[in-house]
DNA sequence: TTAAACTTTCAAAATTTATTGAAACTTTAA
DNA sequence: TTAAAGTTTCAATAAATTTTGAAAGTTTAA
């Protein structure tokens, strides 16, 4: 396997990836592209690389941009924008766990958390509906104060804490 | 919000969470109507409910018992196959995250063992292909390793010592 | 100002994914 | 056997999502 060949699996995979888990593909495949260029990258750079149009790179970009996992850079004298994104793996990590949480993870447990406190009536369907949105309510409170908990700290001291735990 | 409401309400956010994050909405849908079920269901009962075909819902039951979250029960002097779900969120997390990690993550993990071990020509863009490839694999395989440690036993000791530590 | 260089928007088209429903298949009871 | 009661399959259709590309918008330099 080649650079060409070992560049175009990563794009790949991680577009495939993206799909899996309910990310746009070009999107994923956008940041792939920065996460292992050299430099950052204008419009029609990305264009090119990933044959894709002008409009879709303009709108997949400003989604990464949004989730604040790439930055538009200006360069003095120059018009047109270059893109990079973040090339640490950890804080990568954190950006989108936090925004997964916050756009995802937390309006369900909202959710959860109404549905689970409606009046018990007595009968024994409103009786299960109330006791498993319960518990699926502190499943995924738990959950996303260990998420949030990792994914605030700088240093990576709990993942480091965890290890030792598991050995 | 009355009962039916309440049902309503948990059976479409588990299906929006579910698009949200790759799963097929009928599926999603299915297994929420199941978790809060006082009985086993019939597929007459989850099309009636969920008012979709008949051939949706056997290829998306078949597939949550692929996946090992619903199970068949047959009952003597019945033909007709009763389906019902695990009941209990901490075991639920268990298989799905088991699951996606052998599904999806895994896959991932081995094409970045073979693309970050390509030989190193020298050139700036292979040592930042194999070093943020690398950097990637390694993340992926400690998030995967604490996951798999998460979801292998039965006791739920891991959550336990980790909310310890995050108090 | 003007126009060149760029970015954004969005309706239409293309693609992908999900759903239907009827025919084929399977199992069991009579 | 046969037929009733069920399940599965899959080509066709529908729905949702993604992508395109050209027009409109914006910014800057002359």
Same mark, same amino acid.
């Given at each position: 396997?080649?650079?060409?060949?070992?560049?175009?699996?990563?794009?790949?995979?991680?577009?495939?990836?993206?799909?899996?888990?309910?990310?746009?593909?070009?999107?994923?495949? $956008?940041? #792939? *592209?920065?996460? /292992? +260029?050299?430099?950052?990258?204008?419009?029609?750079?990305?264009?090119? =690389? @990933?044959?894709?149009?002008?409009?879709?790179?303009?709108?997949?970009?400003?989604?990464?941009?949004?989730?604040?996992?790439?930055?538009?850079?200006?360069?003095?004298?120059?018009?047109?924008?270059?893109?990079?994104?973040?090339?640490?793996?950890?804080?990568?990590?954190?950006?989108?766990?936090?925004?997964?949480?916050?756009?995802?993870?937390?309006?369900? $447990?909202? #959710? *959860?958390?109404? /549905? +689970?406190?409606?009046?018990?009536?007595?009968?024994?369907?409103?009786? =299960? @509906?109330?006791?498993?949105?319960?518990?699926?309510?502190?499943?995924?409170?738990?959950?996303?104060?260990?998420?949030?908990?990792?994914?605030?700290?700088?240093?990576?001291?709990?993942?480091?804490?965890?290890?030792?735990?598991?050995?």
């Amino acid at each position: 396997m080649d650079y060409q060949e070992a560049k175009n699996k990563f794009i790949s995979t991680w577009g495939s990836l993206g799909t899996l888990w309910g990310i746009n593909k070009a999107m994923a495949q $956008i940041q #792939a *592209l920065l996460f /292992i +260029s050299t430099e950052a990258l204008t419009t029609e750079d990305i264009m090119e =690389e @990933l044959q894709i149009s002008r409009g879709n790179t303009s709108m997949n970009v400003r989604q990464l941009i949004d989730w604040g996992i790439v930055t538009k850079e200006l360069r003095p004298g120059e018009r047109k924008e270059y893109f990079s994104t973040e090339k640490d793996v950890q804080e990568l990590a954190r950006i989108i766990a936090k925004e997964r949480s916050r756009r995802e993870i937390k309006p369900v $447990i909202k #959710a *959860l958390e109404d /549905i +689970s406190s409606i009046k018990d009536d007595g009968s024994t369907a409103t009786k =299960e @509906l109330i006791k498993q949105t319960k518990a699926l309510h502190d499943l995924a409170h738990t959950a996303n104060s260990i998420l949030e908990k990792a994914v605030s700290q700088k240093q990576n001291w709990l993942t480091k804490s965890i290890l030792k735990i598991i050995q």
